[in-house]
């Protein structure tokens, strides 16, 4: 069974940056995309990056040029460096993960809380 653990959320002022960890553990063999989302309080659940095992990836329009997302194959992680963080920004994220063989995001970790205040 796929688990993910992410790490490093935090609170910073604007301007800040924070860097996101993902580990995947367990069937990792059979994970393909491995996102990031977010969901700040009355809001809906939102993605915010993705990266495929062959490295293709994808950012939201709102955090391109400030944000990026990389993946390590051999250690099994995914990372998101959020640079230039705005209030905006604050919410809870979370890592998410497809497998090859199903339709969907599977596979959640816990959340990591981010608050960027003013």
């Known amino acids: 069974q796929v688990q993910l653990v992410e790490s490093g959320g935090g609170s910073v002022q604007a301007g800040g940056s924070l860097r996101l960890s993902c580990v995947a553990s367990g069937g990792t063999v059979n994970i393909d995309v491995i996102a990031w989302f977010r969901q700040a309080p009355g809001l809906q659940r939102e993605l915010v990056a993705s990266?495929?095992?062959?490295?293709?990836?994808n950012l939201q329009d709102s955090v391109k040029g400030r944000f990026t997302i990389s993946r390590d194959n051999a250690k099994n992680t995914v990372d998101l460096q959020m640079n230039n963080l705005q209030p905006e920004d604050t919410a809870v994220y979370f890592c998410?993960?497809?497998?090859?063989?199903?339709?969907?995001?599977?596979?959640w970790g816990q959340g990591t809380q981010v608050t960027v205040s003013s």
């Open positions: 998410a993960a497809t497998e090859f063989h199903l339709i969907g995001y599977n596979h």
């Open positions: 990266i495929s095992r062959s490295g293709f990836s």
